[in-house]
T-cell receptor, first 110, second 112 residues
Framework: GQQLNQSPQSMFIQEGEDVSMNCTSS?????WLWYKQDPGEGPVLLIA?????ELTSNGRLTAQFGITRKDSFLNISASIPSDVGIYFC??????????FGAGTRLTVKP | DTGVSQDPRHKITKRGQNVTFRCDPI?????LYWYRQTLGQGPEFLTY????????KSRLLSDRFSAERPKGSFSTLEIQRTEQGDSAMYLC??????????FGEGSWLTVV
């Protein structure tokens, strides 16, 4: 089962608004990753974070690796319709142990 | 296309039948993973290979499931005597040392 608590479960926003979602865990992770998944497709990597406190941007996306190594957030600025999808956080402890959150479903109204 | 490739993309089968999925990882990636994803959930780890060696299996992988990677390149995931609860998307992913995991597009299984 899921070991990461991802919130919110879903978001309905207007185009142009900023979005924030986060992921928490009771366990420490060495790497945090954020993926986006479109219907019927596999997850696509958005951002990977490797150090506690790290803040990384990828275009309009910004993600941070929490200082405690037990949490991470993802921000999307100036949302556009193609941002629609399900966003998953994933925490990785070692080479083969990656756990996913249950996802945040984002809907962007034009 | 040099990404992770999965086949078939969709499979509908009757309960009790066997099904096999194939994954071709990114060519230089020595590590290969299988995940299962049901609607409304994130992917759940099933098993992991390093080259041809299967190094870890989740307790989700019942005796009806078997995965192989005979030459350390492509992998197959076979489900025997399928049950309706096996209906899910089966995701393959690969990586190399020091890199992140990249997923394929998944194979949808529907057991009727």
């Amino acid at each position: 089962g899921q070991q990461l608590n991802q919130s919110p479960q879903s978001m309905f926003i207007q185009e142009g608004e900023d979005v924030s979602m986060n992921c928490t865990s009771s366990s420490i992770f060495n790497t945090w990753l954020w993926y986006k998944q479109d219907p019927g497709e596999g997850p696509v990597l958005l951002i990977a974070l490797y150090k506690a406190g790290e803040l990384t941007s990828n275009g309009r996306l910004t993600a941070q690796f929490g200082i405690t190594r037990k949490d991470s957030f993802l921000n999307i600025s100036a949302s556009i319709p193609s941002d629609v999808g399900i966003y998953f956080c994933a925490g990785q402890r070692n080479n083969n142990d990656m756990r996913f959150g249950a996802g945040t479903r984002l809907t962007v109204k034009p | 296309d040099t990404g992770v490739s999965q086949d078939p993309r969709h499979k509908i089968t009757k309960r009790g039948q066997n099904v096999t999925f194939r994954c071709d990882p990114i060519s230089e990636h020595n590590r290969l993973y299988w995940y299962r994803q049901t609607l409304g959930q994130g992917p759940e780890f099933l098993t992991y290979f390093q080259n041809e060696a299967q190094l870890e299996k989740s307790r989700l992988l019942s005796d009806r499931f078997s995965a192989e990677r005979p030459k350390g390149s492509f992998s197959t995931l076979e489900i025997q005597r399928t049950e309706q609860g096996d209906s899910a998307m089966y995701l393959c992913a690969s990586r190399t040392v020091g890199d992140t995991i990249y997923f394929g597009e998944g194979s949808w299984l529907t057991v009727v």
